[in-house]
Nanobody, 123 residues
Framework: QVQLVESGGGLVQAGGSLRLSCAASGRTFSIYAMGWFRQAPGKEREFVAA????????DYKDSVKGRFTISLDNAKNTVYLQMNSLKPEDTAVYYC????????????????WGQGTQVTVSS
């Protein structure tokens, strides 16, 4: 089993920045890719970004490209999501996820999930 714990959410004004963290523990050697997803009220959980523990592959939702950056620290077993130029439409609960295979944008292909952290962007 793998446990994921997110932190770093909060309230920020439009144009501001936040950095989310996700600490992984347990059988982390079995994990290849990490992803960030988000879910706004009344909407489906959607892909935001993904990265790999092995190599430099990353993938982003089009609307966050150039504003969000995913990074992975192997020594700390922690994945980060740096979010800049935040917009009110970025408001959601953000979830960290882990997968025992290559990067994916598909929610159901991830094996482990964190509890989520709220990000609220005011206009």
């Amino acid at each position: 089993q793998v446990q994921l714990v997110e932190s770093g959410g909060g309230l920020v004004q439009a144009g501001g920045s936040l950095r989310l963290s996700c600490a992984a523990s347990g059988r982390t050697f079995s994990i290849y890719a990490m992803g960030w997803f988000r879910q706004a009220p009344g909407k489906e959980r959607e892909f935001v970004a993904a990265g790999s523990w092995r190599g430099s592959n990353t993938d982003y939702k089009d609307s966050v490209k150039g504003r969000f950056t995913i990074s992975l620290d192997n020594a700390k077993n922690t994945v980060y999501l740096q979010m800049n130029s935040l917009k009110p439409e970025d408001t959601a609960v953000y979830y960290c996820a882990a997968r025992r295979a290559f990067l994916s944008r598909i929610r159901d292909e991830y094996d482990y999930w964190g509890q989520g952290t709220q990000v609220t962007v005011s206009s």
